[in-house]
C-alpha cells in the first residue's frame, strides 16, 4: 500500500494544528485580550475563523457553488445586523446564474472579489446595486455573471475573480418571508462530479489553515490601529465611503469606539439624511457583531423612532433607560460603534453627519428632546426581543 497520499493529507492537516495554535498565541497578545470580557470574546472569534475557514475552503467548489452563510453565529468583520451575507467561491471568466426571491429585503446586492472580502488583500472586481436589479411581480429575479455580461441584472467576471458576494440587507425586522438566493454554474446544474485526489484535498487543507491565521488577528487589529487610535472615546468619525477599499459604492459609514459604565451612557444623533438605507449596530473589539436577536445591540432607521426635531437618538447604555432607541451593549462596556447610510451619491452636509457624546444617565432626559414621550415598557422591550429573535431565525432559516 501506497502510504504517501495519506502521508501528504495528515502532513496538511498537522499545518492546520500548528496554524491554529499559532492563532491562539496570537491572539493573546493583541490589546483587545487585555480585559476578561474582551478576552472571552476573543476565544469566540478564535472559534468562528476556525468555522469561517472550514466551510470557505473545505466545503466551498466553484464548480458546484453554494453561498456559505455569514449569520449569527460567524460574527465578524463588522457583519451587520441588518444583513444577510452569502458568499460562494467562483472561477474567473466563468458564466454563473444567480437567482431568487427580494421577499422583505428592502435591498439586494451582488459584488465580485479577488480573495475573501475585507481582508488584507480583498480587491473589489465589480458590483451591482439593488436598482440595477429586474425583479418580476413577485419580486423574483435572476442575475447572470460571465466574462462578457454588460447591463441591467448583470456583471462581467473578469479572469482574476474568485469569490462573488451577496447582501439581503432588512431596515424592518417582520414574520414575513425574508426572500432566498441561490447559484448555480451556468450550464453545470446537475453535471457529474468525481472524488478529488489527495493532493487537492491537502491544499484545502493549507488555505484553511492560512486563512484561520490571518483571519484571527486582523480584525482587532483593525480595530486597534484603524480606529481606536483615530479618536478617544465617545467620538466619530466623519462620514467616509470605503468603495475605493472594496466596499459598497454609495455606502457612506461613520464609525467610532464608545467606553461606558453603569452611570453615563453614549447619546448618538444621526439627524434626517435622504439615504435609502440607515443602521447602527454595536461591535466588539475583535469586530464582531453583538448578540442582536435576543438584544437591541443594532436599530434600522426604520426600527428608529424619529424625535421630535426629526433627529434619531440613539442611547448606548449597559442598563435598560427604558427609551425606545435603546441599544444594548449585553454587558460589553468597551466596544465599536458602526453606522451606515446606503444609496448616496455623496456625502451629507457636515450638519448632516452622526455625532455623539457621553450622558450621565440622570441627564438622559434634558438631553433627547421628547425622551419622556418616547419611554417603553419593560413588557414592552420583552415583546420587541421576541419580534427581533423570530424575524433572525426566518432569516437564517434555523
Known amino acids: 500500500m501506497n502510504d504517501e497520499p495519506t502521508e501528504e493529507l495528515a502532513a496538511a492537516f498537522a499545518y492546520f494544528i500548528d496554524q491554529a495554535v499559532a492563532a491562539e498565541q496570537a491572539l493573546r497578545q493583541v490589546d483587545a485580550a487585555r480585559d476578561p470580557i474582551s478576552a472571552a470574546r476573543g476565544y469566540l472569534h478564535l472559534g468562528r475563523q476556525v468555522l469561517s475557514a472550514m466551510e470557505n475552503h ?52 451582488v459584488q465580485l472579489y479577488q480573495r475573501e472580502p475585507y481582508g488584507a488583500e480583498d480587491v473589489s472586481l465589480g458590483y451591482l446595486s439593488d436598482e440595477e436589479i429586474d425583479y418580476d411581480a413577485d419580486g423574483q429575479f ?16 473578469p ?9 439581503q440587507i432588512y431596515d424592518r425586522w417582520d414574520d414575513t418571508d425574508p426572500g432566498a438566493m441561490f447559484i448555480d454554474r451556468y450550464g453545470g446544474e446537475g453535471a457529474a462530479t468525481s472524488a478529488e485526489p489527495p493532493q487537492a484535498v491537502a491544499q484545502r487543507w493549507r488555505l484553511a489553515a ?28 466623519p462620514l467616509r465611503t470605503p468603495a475605493g477599499k472594496g466596499g459598497v459604492r454609495g455606502r457612506w459609514i461613520s464609525l467610532g469606539q464608545y467606553d461606558i459604565d453603569e452611570d453615563n451612557c453614549l447619546v448618538i444623533v444621526m439627524p434626517p ?58 454587558g460589553v462596556a468597551r466596544g465599536i ?19 455623539a457624546r457621553l450622558v450621565a444617565l440622570e441627564q438622559l432626559a434634558t438631553a433627547i428632546p421628547g425622551f419622556d414621550e418616547q419611554q417603553i415598557s419593560a413588557a414592552q422591550r420583552n415583546q420587541q426581543r421576541q419580534e427581533r429573535r423570530r424575524h433572525v431565525r426566518r432569516r437564517f432559516g434555523r
Open 142 to 157: 435572476t442575475i447572470r455573471i460571465g466574462p462578457d455580461r454588460t447591463g441591467r441584472s448583470a456583471l462581467a467576471n
Open 337 to 355: 460603534v458602526h453606522l451606515r447610510y446606503d444609496g448616496l451619491t455623496d456625502a451629507p452636509p457636515q450638519a448632516q453627519h452622526p455625532t
Open 210 to 237: 492560512d486563512d484561520l491565521r490571518a483571519s484571527v488577528t486582523c480584525w482587532p487589529e483593525l480595530v486597534h490601529h484603524g480606529i481606536e487610535a483615530a479618536l478617544p472615546p465617545n467620538v466619530l468619525l
Open 159 to 167: 479572469p482574476e475573480a474568485t469569490i462573488v458576494q451577496v447582501r
Open 58 to 109: 473545505l466545503l466551498g467548489d466553484p464548480d458546484q457553488p453554494r453561498f456559505r452563510i455569514l449569520d449569527d453565529r460567524v460574527r465578524t468583520g463588522g457583519d451587520n445586523p441588518d444583513q444577510r451575507y452569502g458568499f460562494a467561491p467562483i472561477r474567473g471568466g466563468v458564466e454563473y446564474e444567480i437567482w431568487g426571491w427580494k421577499g422583505s429585503a428592502a435591498r439586494v446586492e
Open 273 to 330: 439624511v435622504a439615504a435609502a438605507y440607515q443602521g447602527a449596530q454595536l461591535a466588539d473589539r475583535w469586530f464582531a457583531s453583538l448578540e442582536y436577536a435576543s438584544a437591541t445591540s443594532s436599530l434600522s432607521g426604520q426600527q428608529a423612532v424619529v424625535a421630535p426635531d426629526g433627529n434619531r437618538y440613539l442611547v448606548v447604555a449597559l442598563t435598560d433607560p427604558g427609551y425606545a432607541n435603546w441599544m444594548d451593549p449585553t
